[in-house]
C-alpha cells in the first residue's frame, strides 16, 4: 500500500483546536483531498511534475475544478488532467453515490413541496436554493443506472449461506403516506466474503410477496443454498420452504429470544435469559437436548407461554450446531442484517417520509451498493475451508411458525 505525506497550512490545523472546527474542516479536507489527487495522478502517469525517465506513462495537461457536495459543506477539488484521458478516481464516486442520493430525496421533497424545515435547510446548504425538476431528473438518471445495474447483476458463485430480512419505511404514494417493506439478502459466498445479494419493495410482507422477492434471486443466478438465517414470519418462512427447497432453516436465535421474553413473566426473565445462553451455546444437539429439558423441568410452571414458544422453535433455533463450532456464532443470528439496517435507519431519519418509490431505490440502492462492495474488498468473514471439507449433514425441513 502506498504511503503519501500531506503538507498542511498550520493555521487550519490550529483551528480545529481552538473552537473554530466548522470554519476549519471545509479547507482542511480540501488539501487533504488535493494532494491525495495529485499523488494518485503521479501514479498513473509514472513520473512526478517535471520528472524525466523511461517509466512515464502519460503526461499531465493541467487541472480542472470540481466541486463535492458533503455533509459538512462544498468542497473544491483541483483534478488533475491526463494528455492521453481524463484523469478519474473510483474513490470520489464511491463515496459520491449515497451522499448523491440523499441529497436527491431532499431535493424531490422541496420540489413537491413536502420537505421539513430540516430537509429544506439542509439542502439549500448543500445545493444552493435554486435547482429545477429537469435538474434533477437528469442527476437522477446517472445514480439511477449505477443502482439498477447492481440490482440486476447475475448472481454467479456459490451462496451457501444467506440471511433475509425486512423492515418498514414510509413513502408517499398516491397523495398519501403509506408503509411499505423494504426486503433485503445478504450472502456469504464460496470464498467466505459478504454481499448485497439484493433488495425490493413491496407494500407488506406476505407470502407471495417473500416468493417473488426470492425467485427474483434465483432467476439471478442464486443457487446451493444450504442455511438460510432469518426471523419466522410466517409468510417468508413458507416461502423459503418453496423456493429453496433442501435448504436448512436457522431461526434468528435473537428473535426467538425476544420472542420467548414477551410472553415470560417478569420475576423469571433475568435467570430464563441465562439458562438460554447456555442452551444457544451447547456443543451438539444431545447437549442442547438436555439443557431445553432441564430448562422445561424448571420453568414449566412458573413461565408456561414461555415454555411452549421454547419446545415449538427449539429445533429451528439450534439447526446451527450442525455446523462446526466456529461458524456458530456469525451464522445463529440475523445480526449483520440488523447492523446494515441501522445504517440504514441513520438515512431514513433525514428524510422521514420518502416522496415516491424510486428515491427509496435509488438511496438504499447507492447505500447497500457501497456497503457490499466495501465487503467484498475487506476481509473474510468466514474462512470456508473447514465447512467445505466436511461430510454433507442431513437437512433440517423448513417448519413453519407463528410470526415474530
Known sequence: MA???????????????????????????????????????????GAAKYERTDERKAYRNGSRERTLNTR?????LEVPRLRNGEFSHELFERYQRSEQALVLAMMEMVLQGVSTRKVTQITQELCGTRFSKSTVSE?????????????????????PFIMVDAMYLKVREDGRVQSKALMMAIGVNEEGYR?????????????LGWKGFFE?????????????????HKGL??????????????????????????????????QLKEDLRELWSSKDQDT????????????????PRSMRTLEEGFEDATAVLNLPSKYRRRLRTTNALERLNQEIRRRERVIRIFPNRESVIRLLGALLCEQSERWLSGRKWLDMAEYDQQEPLPQQPVAVKEAA
Open 3 to 45: 504511503q503519501l505525506q500531506f503538507t498542511l497550512d498550520s493555521e487550519l490545523v490550529k483551528g480545529l483546536f481552538l473552537g473554530q472546527a466548522p470554519d476549519a474542516i471545509v479547507p482542511l479536507l480540501e488539501a487533504i483531498l488535493n494532494q491525495f489527487l495529485q499523488a494518485m495522478a503521479t501514479e498513473a502517469v
Open 72 to 76: 459538512i459543506g462544498t468542497i473544491t
Open 139 to 159: 442527476l437522477c438518471k446517472g445514480l439511477d443506472e449505477a443502482v439498477q445495474a447492481f440490482r440486476n447483476r447475475p448472481l454467479e458463485k456459490r451462496y
Open 195 to 207: 454481499e448485497v445479494l439484493g433488495f425490493d419493495l413491496w407494500d407488506t410482507e406476505t407470502e
Open 216 to 232: 427474483c434471486l434465483v432467476d439471478r443466478g442464486l443457487h446451493q443454498v444450504e442455511y438460510v438465517i432469518s426471523d419466522s
Open 237 to 270: 418462512v413458507r416461502a423459503l420452504e418453496q423456493v429453496f427447497v433442501g435448504a436448512t432453516w436457522q431461526r434468528c436465535q435473537v428473535h426467538f429470544m425476544r420472542n420467548i421474553m414477551e410472553v415470560c413473566p417478569a420475576k423469571q426473565k433475568p
Open 288 to 303: 442442547a437436548r438436555e439443557h431445553l429439558n432441564r430448562i422445561l423441568e424448571t420453568y414449566n410452571e412458573q413461565a
